[in-house]
């Protein structure tokens, strides 16, 4: 009679690996995902610096992604959310801030334009056009150009 060896599956770093594999994931990402399948917090960051250091998990890669996947259809406050939802530090978010804001009046009309395309007829729809502007991450101020723009267009 052999002894069954019972295997707990895919190691930590392979898990990881594959997360990685099917697209850029941050530390924090990982560390919860990982952690059911850990027996200490300690292996976990064993296996997150060693990555790190190979160069497979990137925090620089993930803010990029993000922008580039979100930045069409998102203004800069939805972004910088979702970022530090991801647990990216505030200075990789600090240095992508002028990126995302440099285009973001443009976006957001581009938004607006897919959306609605007429400029509001009365104050209930300015309102329902600027929340839903608001909904998608664009900053007040962007908002009110963007609508204003729309309004002299049609007069």
């Known amino acids: 009679m052999g002894v069954a060896v019972m295997t707990s ?3 930590l770093k392979t898990r990881a690996l594959r997360y990685l594999a099917r697209r850029e994931h941050s530390r924090l990402e990982l560390e919860r995902k ?6 200490t917090p300690e292996e976990i960051s064993f296996v997150l610096d060693a990555l790190e250091q190979h160069g497979f998990l990137s925090a620089v890669r993930m803010v ?4 580039t996947m979100r930045k069409r259809n998102f203004g800069s406050q939805r972004i910088v959310h979702e970022l530090r939802e991801k647990g990216i530090a505030e200075n990789l978010i600090a240095a992508a801030l002028p990126n ?3 285009t973001e ?3 957001a009309r581009e938004v607006w334009r897919k959306k609605f395309g007429t400029a509001p007829a009365n104050a209930k729809e300015l309102g329902r056009q600027a929340r839903f ?3 998608r991450g664009f900053p007040p101020e962007v908002i009110r150009q963007v609508l204003r723009r729309a309004d002299e267009e049609e007069a």
Request: no cysteine.
């Open 100 to 102: 995302i804001k440099e």
């Open 34 to 39: 990982l952690a059911p399948h850990a027996k």
């Open 64 to 67: 990029e992604q993000v922008i």
């Open 133 to 135: 502007l608001m909904g």
């Open 105 to 107: 009046q443009d976006r």
């Open 9 to 11: 599956g895919p190691s």
